[in-house]
């Protein structure tokens, strides 16, 4: 895992380990009172989709030195799914190849990452996919082990906020195809995590498939039935727990879009895709980008940040 032993590497460098990252997400160093106050940042970098064609190896190290060269440094990123172009219905060797192209800028970035996996990340799972259930690279196993320090969720604690990273894929009972879906073994995990946290902590919370989006109603009509791939479909059975604690905001991708939505007093952001168009341009007009949030006692700010790639140059 070359880009996390940078990590390592990065952490004991700069003393960054004794500032209250921790990805068990249920303890975090003190903190000095004005430092858990103080402002800091962090991106949200999601729909990479990495892949030989399309220049996209390219354009995802753009990204990455646009990521370095940001004054304020932000204190970390984390990736929201879908890194690699696609595993659900190419074999092993293509897998491979694509995520060794995503480590490339992975070993350039200068900061702490932490990751979503997203359903192109997720090998086989498709009416479409050539792996054997006993494949190494068939469903999540790969992005586990290589991005997830062995997991598919997780949380961690920074300067007074808590961050959940969820895992919003799920399979299909009648078929091998992804679905959005959170599973029982995670509600329960998250339940866990929103108790130890308390109702007082500020909270992000980072998924892949969104919980709510508009895009569905304004590209194809607001009756037209929304496909299983495309949101979170067990969102209601959680949502009120959500509400009981300060969750702040919801990030997410799938879609490529730009999508702000406010709701019961959580702030749903859809941060659109660093590949924009799937590396083809720009979508609905709005440039490959991605989200710079900025946190601060109890509130925060977003805005979208682009890296000047273009996709015919």
Not at 2 to 8: F, L, M, S, T
Not at 128 to 151: C, E, M, P, Q
């Amino acid at each position: 895992m070359p880009h996390q032993a940078n990590r390592r590497e990065f952490l004991s460098r700069s003393g960054l380990a004794l500032a209250g990252l921790s990805t068990s997400g249920l303890m975090s160093a003190q903190l000095p009172a004005a430092e858990e106050t103080a402002p800091f940042h962090f991106l949200h970098l999601t729909d990479m989709h990495v892949q030989p064609e399309l220049r996209a190896t390219e354009g995802w190290r753009q990204c990455i030195a646009k990521v370095n060269s940001l004054s304020p440094r932000p204190d970390f990123i984390i990736t929201g799914g879908d890194l690699i172009m696609d595993a659900l219905a190419v074999d092993a060797d293509r897998i491979e190849q694509q995520w060794s192209l995503f480590d490339t800028g992975m070993k350039e970035l200068e900061i702490p990452a932490y990751h979503v996996v997203g359903n192109h990340d997720v090998g086989g799972w498709s009416s479409k996919g050539t792996l054997s259930r006993d494949d190494r690279y068939y469903g999540k196993r790969v992005f586990a082990d290589r991005y997830g320090d062995g997991k598919t969720y997780r949380s961690f604690d920074h300067k007074g906020w808590h961050f959940i990273l969820l895992d919003s894929i799920g399979q299909a009972t009648d078929s091998p195809d992804y679905i959005g879906h959170i599973d029982e073994a995670q509600l329960d995990w998250l339940k866990r995590d929103l108790e130890a946290t308390g109702k007082a902590t500020p909270i992000v919370i980072v998924t892949h498939i969104p919980f709510y989006s508009a895009m569905h109603q304004m590209l194809s009509g607001p009756t037209k039935p929304i496909p299983p791939s495309a949101l979170v479909t067990n969102v209601f059975e959680f949502r009120k727990l959500l509400q009981q604690h300060n969750v702040k905001l919801v990030l997410s991708g799938h879609g490529h879009v730009r999508e702000r939505i406010e709701l019961v007093g959580i702030t749903h952001i859809q941060s659109g895709a660093v590949c924009g168009m799937w590396w083809k341009g720009p979508v609905f007009g709005d440039a490959e980008a991605f989200g710079v949030v900025t946190c601060h006692r109890d509130s925060f700010d977003y805005r979208f940040q682009d890296f000047d790639w273009n996709a015919k140059g």
